[in-house]
Nanobody, 125 residues
């Protein structure tokens, strides 16, 4: 079974940058697509970004983060990253990483097989 653990969350001010990491361990899906989702206070889980398991250049983003967030991965380290720039108060949420067994990226929650416990990001205005 694969385990995911996020890190890098914290309290920042609007306009600041933050980088989240997610490390996979255990029975990792070597070519599995990975993604970031988030859940803000009183909201449902929202797609943030995804990256293919077969091409590091094959990525997708939610409309609210396009142009500000960048997803990447280091397969040698089994680690997924999310670089977040120009943070806004509406980015405040718990951020979750997820992995699926297949290489195709997806924005659907149900497409992913394993999830991390999440890391809190709070942006003060």
């Amino acid at each position: 079974q694969v385990q995911l653990l996020e890190s890098g969350g914290g309290l920042v001010q609007a306009g600041d940058s933050l980088r989240l990491s997610c490390t996979a361990s255990g029975r990792t899906y070597r070519n599995g697509a990975m993604a970031w989702f988030r859940q803000g206070p009183g909201k449902g889980r929202e797609f943030v970004a995804a990256i293919s398991g077969s091409s590091l250049a094959d990525t997708s983003y939610g409309d609210s983060v396009k142009g500000r967030f960048t997803v990447s991965r280091d397969n040698a380290k089994n680690t997924l990253y999310l670089e977040m720039n120009n943070l806004k108060s509406e980015d405040t949420a718990i951020y979750y990483c997820a992995i699926r067994s297949g290489p195709l990226r997806s924005s659907s929650i149900g497409a992913y097989n394993a999830w991390g416990p999440g890391t809190q990001v709070t942006v003060s205005s």
